[in-house]
T-cell receptor, first 115, second 116 residues
Framework: AQSVAQPEDQVNVAEGNPLTVKCTYS??????LFWYVQYPNRGLQFLLK??????LVKGSYGFEAEFNKSQTSFHLKKPSALVSDSALYFC?????????????FGAGTRLAVHP | NAGVTQTPKFRVLKTGQSMTLLCAQD?????MYWYRQDPGMGLRLIHY???????AKGEVPDGYNVSRLKKQNFLLGLESAAPSQTSVYFC???????????????FGPGTRLTVT
């Protein structure tokens, strides 16, 4: 079965410190992986994706993610957190069903960046 | 471009009532999706559509119906609302996702539905 796990419900970081939001996946075939961010009372916004190529993917707002095939992980990172980064973050993996693509989302991780 | 819009933003229903949620996109996307978001459960796919006139069931389709009569619109219907359908509903769209290609999905702002 294809699935995504985000092992932390919440991550707390001080402003200016590096942050990591964890994601592990289980998928058959090559993984297509995504990160989305959701601000309060808003829809999800696309941050970045890994399809193929470099294991370090750069995305919007200074975020990046590291793909690790041996550990089946796709952790989201940022070198220096901002208070405005506080939001709900979702990892997602592509799932093939009947020849069509769908996304399977993790449960989400709430990031709280403190001044 | 408005992107993906959803109507209404909020709604309160009584058990047994019906309603339709409207999703519209102006990006000429082939694929459209309806999700529900519940605390601690992430987003779960209700139904999706790979093109005008086609729909398919997702992960949690029971109690919902959908229609895609026009490429830009994707309607989600609740025929007889139940308290278990209290949730936030999100519509999304993407470019043609043929097997082997996955484009990111663009999300609407959501509809908060309460069923009493």
């Amino acid at each position: 079965a294809q699935s995504v796990a985000q092992p932390e419900d919440q991550v707390n970081v001080a402003e200016g410190n590096p942050l990591t939001v964890k994601c592990t996946y289980s998928v058959s075939g090559n993984p297509y992986l995504f990160w989305y961010v959701q601000y309060p009372n808003r829809g999800l916004q696309f941050l970045l994706k890994y399809i193929t190529g470099d294991n370090l993917v750069k995305g919007s707002y200074g975020f990046e993610a590291e793909f690790n095939k041996s550990q089946t992980s796709f952790h989201l990172k940022k070198p220096s957190a901002l208070v405005s980064d506080s939001a709900l973050y979702f990892c997602a993996v592509r799932a093939l069903s009947g020849g069509y693509n769908k996304l399977i989302f993790g449960a989400g991780t709430r990031l709280a960046v403190h001044p | 471009n408005a992107g993906v819009t959803q109507t209404p933003k909020f709604r309160v229903l009584k058990t047994g009532q019906s309603m339709t949620l409207l999703c519209a996109q102006d990006m000429n996307h082939e694929y459209m999706y309806w999700y529900r978001q519940d605390p601690g459960m992430g987003l779960r796919l209700i139904h999706y559509s790979v093109g005008e006139g086609t729909t398919a069931k997702g992960e949690v389709p029971d109690g919902y119906n959908v229609s895609r009569l026009k490429k830009q619109n994707f309607l989600l219907g609740l025929e007889s609302a139940a308290p278990s359908q209290t949730s936030v509903y999100f519509c999304a769209s993407s470019y043609n996702g043929l097997a082997g290609v996955q484009y990111e999905q663009y999300f609407g702002p959501g509809t908060r539905l309460t069923v009493t």
